[in-house]
């Protein structure tokens, strides 16, 4: 139901979705990029990729890195398709964070950007993810976070004013989701954007 929401919703925004929030996504994932280190070897995936920027990113450096994407709006993934025809080992396919449509043990690397607040069930997708990464492999989840004043009124504003909208988590809730998961933090930070936008990042692993 909520997931319907929100395709919708992204499904609308697609065709101004890079130019309207230009400067944040080039901020954002510009940085997860950096913070990433990603071996041109490593196999990705992008959980809720939207318009494949972070694809369009590590194609720039590395424009033979096998990557795919997934979302649930299929009008965010024709933007990224697009985007990255001209590279046959990238790939997007339409799923939720919680079904992931790949075996286990499959990626060296997940990624997921400024998407885990509308994620419904995000212990499931944390799940998912622990599934299809490889024993030794990481993810990375870069999102908003309540810990910052901005943050904590926007949640407030968009739970009353956007259905789409799920909820942002403090630094805190969120490490504690990602060990209800049976993830390791390895390294975590939170970090101002611009002069309102606080968000939180963190590698995680799988427990030994
Ligand atoms: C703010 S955009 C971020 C897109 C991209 N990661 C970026 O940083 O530019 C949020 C994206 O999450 C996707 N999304 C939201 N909930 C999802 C879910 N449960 N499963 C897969 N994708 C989802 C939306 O369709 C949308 O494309």
Not at 65 to 79: E, R, T, W
Not at 125 to 148: F, H, T
Request: negative net charge; charged residues 20%; aromatic residues 12%.
């Amino acid at each position: 139901m909520i997931e319907t929401t929100v395709r919708k919703q992204y499904d609308n925004l697609a065709s101004v979705y890079d130019q309207r929030w230009k400067s944040y996504i080039a901020n954002t994932l510009s940085f997860l990029q950096t913070w990433a280190q990603i071996s041109p070897l490593d196999t990705v995936l992008d959980v809720a990729c939207g318009t494949g920027e972070f694809e369009r990113l590590l194609l720039t450096d590395n424009s033979t890195q096998n990557i795919v994407g997934v979302d649930i709006s299929d009008k965010m993934l024709a933007i990224a398709k697009q985007k990255c025809s001209a590279y046959p080992q990238v790939s997007f396919h339409t799923a939720s964070a919680s079904a992931l449509p790949f075996d286990s043990n499959t990626f060296d690397v997940i990624v997921s950007a400024n998407s885990f607040h509308y994620f419904d069930n995000p212990l499931a997708a944390l799940i998912e993810m622990k599934r299809v990464i490889k024993p030794n492999g990481k993810v990375i989840i870069i999102d908003w976070c309540k810990d910052y004043f901005f943050c904590k009124i926007l949640d407030i504003t968009l739970k009353i004013f956007d259905p789409a909208y799920q909820q942002c988590y403090t630094q805190n809730e969120f490490h504690g989701l990602l060990t209800s998961a049976n993830f390791t933090v390895c390294h975590a930070i939170k970090v101002r954007f611009g002069v309102f936008w606080g968000l939180m990042v963190a590698t995680v692993s799988l427990q030994d």
